[in-house]
Structure formats: structure tokens, C-alpha cells
T-cell receptor, first 110, second 113 residues
Framework: GENVEQHPSTLSVQEGDSAVIKCTYSDSASNYFPWYKQELGKRPQLIIDIRSNVGEKKDQRIAVTLNKTAKHFSLHITETQPEDSAVYFCAAGPDNKLTFGGGTRVLVKP | EAQVTQNPRYLITVTGKKLTVTCSQNMNHEYMSWYRQDPGLGLRQIYYSMNVEVTDKGDVPEGYKVSRKEKRNFPLILESPSPNQTSLYFC????????????FGPGTRLTVL
């Protein structure tokens, strides 16, 4: 089955700086790569996703890049704000059978 | 309001006492799944269902059962809970088609003593 590794497990950044989270996956058949944000005590919510036929996608301050050859994808958050503090999860798989990474706890320091 | 609901939200029980966590969605989604969340392990899929009467094992199905008799409901059953099933459980539904966004329920925190 699919195996997703996510790094780093914790990330502390100064407000206004950029944050980058990286994930690798093992199954070349995976074609869907979403990123979820989970605030403390809340449910995970989709923030951005990308399909295997696209190399990069951007939505305001967040962007995701995908390298199918190397089997890795990354989340980039620019101009970080305190409200970006949360746990972020990457996932990979066919459409409906996602495997999640272990999560990255991001702390944005004011 | 489009949503996924779970009940109960919190449950403390004892080893061996059967329990059911309910999950319901009002978005007419075909695909539903159950996850457990443990520190450092992310979200691990327990079971999923592609449609009514169609269910399949996820990555960690041992000790769990599910059923899908109606499209909107997907209960998770622990026939004989054990302490290693203490976890935070999330139900999710997906509309499919162009959107693969999984909508998560609010979570159920289960403690098995």
C-alpha cells in the first residue's frame, strides 16, 4: 500500500516568514494530493489539493508543488500569520483511499 | 447547512463493553470513511464505503466493524473495545466527481479503560 512521510514534525517560524512542509509518497499510482489544516480541537479541513497532471497550484498565500518523478510534494505558506498556527497533514492516494502523513505542527511566532 | 455529524463527541467506557459511534452526512455523498487519529501517526483509515452496502477495510480495521444500510449513515462499531482503541475518531464523506474534498465530522474522543 501507500506510505506517506512528512517532514518536519514541528516547524516554528517568525510572523511574515515562509513555511515549507515536505512529503514523500511511495505508490506511483497515487494521483491525488491534498493538504489539510487542523486547528487545535477542530476537525481537519482541506486547504489546497493537486492532481498528478499538475505540477504546481497556488491559492493566495499557499501553494503546493508536485514532483511525480521524485514522488514528493510540498506545501508553501508565504507571509505567515498567527492564524496559520495549526497542524498540517499531507495525504496521497487514489481519489478515495487516502494515506495521510504524520502531520506538521506549525507555530507562527508574532 | 451541509455537514457531517458524529455522536457521541466524548465517550469513556470499559474494556469489552460494545459501543457504536454514529456518523451522518446530509450532502448525499456516496463515499464515507472512518479514521483514527493518534499523536505522530496522522489519520489512519479504518474502513471506507463506496456506496450503500459496499464497505471495505482501510489500513487499521482490526477490532472495528461498520455498516452502510443507508446512504447518509455510516456507524462505527467496536464489539469488544480494548485500551489500544483509545483515540480520536473522525468520520468523513466525499462527494466524488470533480471534487475529492473529504468533509470531516467534529470527531469523537474515545477512552477505553
Amino acid at each position: 500500500g501507500e506510505n506517506v512521510e512528512q517532514h518536519p514534525s514541528t516547524l516554528s517560524v517568525q510572523e511574515g516568514d515562509s513555511a515549507v512542509i515536505k512529503c514523500t509518497y511511495s505508490d506511483s499510482a497515487s494521483n491525488y494530493f491534498p493538504w489539510y489544516k487542523q486547528e487545535l480541537g477542530k476537525r481537519p479541513q482541506l486547504i489546497i489539493d493537486i492532481r498528478s497532471n499538475v505540477g504546481e497550484k497556488k491559492d493566495q498565500r499557499i501553494a503546493v508543488t508536485l514532483n511525480k518523478t521524485a514522488k514528493h510534494f510540498s506545501l508553501h505558506i508565504t507571509e505567515t500569520q498567527p492564524e496559520d498556527s495549526a497542524v498540517y497533514f499531507c495525504a496521497a492516494g487514489p481519489d478515495n483511499k487516502l494515506t495521510f502523513g504524520g502531520g506538521t505542527r506549525v507555530l507562527v511566532k508574532p | 447547512e451541509a455537514q457531517v455529524t458524529q455522536n457521541p463527541r466524548y465517550l469513556i467506557t470499559v474494556t469489552g463493553k460494545k459501543l457504536t459511534v454514529t456518523c451522518s452526512q446530509n450532502m448525499n455523498h456516496e463515499y464515507m470513511s472512518w479514521y483514527r487519529q493518534d499523536p505522530g501517526l496522522g489519520l489512519r483509515q479504518i474502513y471506507y464505503s463506496m456506496n450503500v452496502e459496499v464497505t471495505d477495510k482501510g489500513d487499521v480495521p482490526e477490532g472495528y466493524k461498520v455498516s452502510r444500510k443507508e446512504k447518509r449513515n455510516f456507524p462505527l462499531i467496536l464489539e469488544s473495545p480494548s485500551p489500544n482503541q483509545t483515540s480520536l475518531y473522525f468520520c468523513a464523506s466525499t462527494g466524488g466527481g470533480a471534487s475529492n474534498e473529504q468533509f470531516f465530522g467534529p470527531g469523537t474522543r474515545l477512552t477505553v479503560l
